[in-house]
C-alpha cells in the first residue's frame, strides 16, 4: 500500500445467512480521487459503503485506511473518514451551528480549534448565513450541504457520501456537485448513486456494481479517449 493510497479494500464479502450481499469487492483510493460507485438497486453499493466506513462488520475481508485495519483499530481508522449516509443524520429541532458544534466534540477535535473548524466548515458548504437556523426549516439542499458539513469538519483523508443528491433540484444538485468536486481536491471521496451524468460530471474513476460484485472499473478520461458510451456499458452489465 503506497503512501498516496487511502483506502485499500480487499476481498470484502458480506452474506446475510444464505444470501450473499457483497462478494469479493476489491477497492484502492489514492489521495485526490473522486470515485464513482454505480449500481442498480440492490447491487450491494450501501452495504459495500457501510462496511467501508466501519459501521457494518464484512463476513470477509480487510479494509486499511491510511495504512490502519479498520476492523483490528476501528477507533483509530474511522478519524480519518468521513460519511454522509443516505438519510442524514440530522437533527432537526437543533440550529446548523449546534449540530456542528456537536460533530465536532464527537470527533474529539481540540476545543481551541472548534470554533475554527465551524467557521471553516460552514463557508465550505455554503452555510455562512444559515448558523442559527434550526435545520429542520432548511430546504433539503441545505440539510444535505449540513450532512456534509458534519462529515468534513475534521478534514477526514477518506469521504463518502450514498446518494447525496437525491431528491434535490437541479439547482441544488448542480451546487452539491460542485461541492463534491472541491472535496476531491484534498481528500479522496467515494460517491455512490444511480445517476450516470453524476459520475462523468465529478468522478475520475467509476466502479459499476451489480449483483454484490464489481463488474466494471476503469478511469473516466479512459473512458472519454475511447468515447465510449457509460449508459450503454451500465445497460448492457446491469440487464439480467
Known sequence: MTSATTILAQNLCRNYGNYVAVCNINLELKRGEVLGLLGPNG??????????????APSDG??????????????????????????????QDMTVDEYLLFAARLHHINK??????LEGVKQRCGLEDRSRHLIGTLSKGFQQRVGIAQAIIHNPDVIILDEPTV????NQ?????????????????ILSTHILSEVESI??????????????????????QQGANLEMIFTQLTQD
Request: glycine share 10%; hydrophobic share 35%.
Open 203 to 224: 468522478c475520475d474513476r467509476v466502479q459499476i456494481m451489480y449483483k454484490g460484485g464489481v463488474v466494471f472499473d476503469q478511469a473516466m478520461t479512459e473512458l472519454k
Open 62 to 91: 480487510s479494509i486499511e485506511v491510511c495504512g490502519i485495519d479498520l476492523l483490528s483499530n476501528p477507533q483509530e481508522a474511522k478519524t480519518h473518514l468521513g460519511f454522509l449516509p443516505e438519510i442524514p443524520p440530522l437533527y
Open 173 to 189: 444538485i448542480r451546487e452539491i456537485r460542485k461541492l463534491i468536486r472541491e472535496l476531491g481536491n484534498f481528500s479522496s471521496v
Open 112 to 117: 481551541h480549534e472548534i470554533g475554527q473548524k
Open 43 to 56: 447491487a450491494g453499493k450501501t452495504t459495500t459503503m457501510r462496511m467501508l466506513t466501519g459501521n457494518l
Open 167 to 170: 431528491g434535490l433540484d437541479p
